[in-house]
């Protein structure tokens, strides 16, 4: 039972929260870690790479994996489907890595549902919604249309955030790289229903 199993960490919080920063600040410390990536139906564009950006698939194919009930969540986007295929999380999970998850509250709420038992949740925020504004328009990569979008969606979000495990306030990078980080090595050891099982079938051997 001490061995490092496969688990899956689920980091959520709105845009402008730093998840991609404090991610690369902690990567090489967590040991061996796998992406989850999107399926999707839609085409390649220039400078993508199939299995970096997305898992490019036809839509015959996707709605096979539908069918199969091989997604975690999945969706029809202006036409194109999109959606978090189970194979590539199952085939990491059996590798022993960390599966992480950069998804929002809907999406944390599809995980728990099929993997909860060997889930760790973290909600990452900034410390106020007026910090968080600020950020988004320092980044001036966005239109004002689409930050105030965005603030709109993590006034929804903030209110979901007792459904998470942790909660990271993102205030200071190092800090909150720190927390991340045991969080991360601590989620490694989380044990699935199954093992709790057969090690209490072993465990009595009388």
């Given at each position: 039972m001490s061995h490092i199993n496969g688990a899956v960490l689920v980091l959520s919080g709105p845009s402008g929260a730093g998840k991609s920063s404090l991610i690369n600040k902690i990567i090489?410390?967590?040991?061996e870690c796998y992406f989850?990536?999107?399926t999707t139906t839609r085409p390649i564009r220039d400078g993508e790479v199939d299995g970096v950006h997305y898992y490019f698939v036809d839509e015959e194919e996707f709605k096979k994996e539908i069918e199969e009930d091989q997604f975690l969540e999945y969706a029809?986007?202006?036409?194109?489907y999109y959606g978090t295929s189970l194979k590539p999380v199952k085939k990491a999970l059996s590798e022993g890595k960390l599966v992480i998850f950069d998804i929002d509250v809907q999406g944390n709420h599809s995980v728990m549902n099929r993997l909860g038992d060997i889930t760790t949740s973290v909600f990452i925020t900034p410390p106020t919604l007026s910090e968080l504004k600020r950020r988004l328009e320092h980044r001036s990569t966005d239109a004002q249309e689409v930050i105030d979008r965005r603030v709109e969606m993590a006034k929804r979000e903030i209110q979901r955030i007792s459904e998470y495990e942790y909660v990271i306030i993102n205030d200071d990078l190092d800090k909150a790289a720190d927390k991340l980080?045991?969080?991360?090595?601590?989620a490694r050891y989380k044990i699935s229903n199954d093992e709790i099982n057969e090690f209490v079938q072993k465990w009595e051997d009388l």
């Open positions: 090489n410390d967590i040991g989850s990536i999107s029809l986007v202006h036409g194109n980080r045991l969080l991360a090595l601590t």
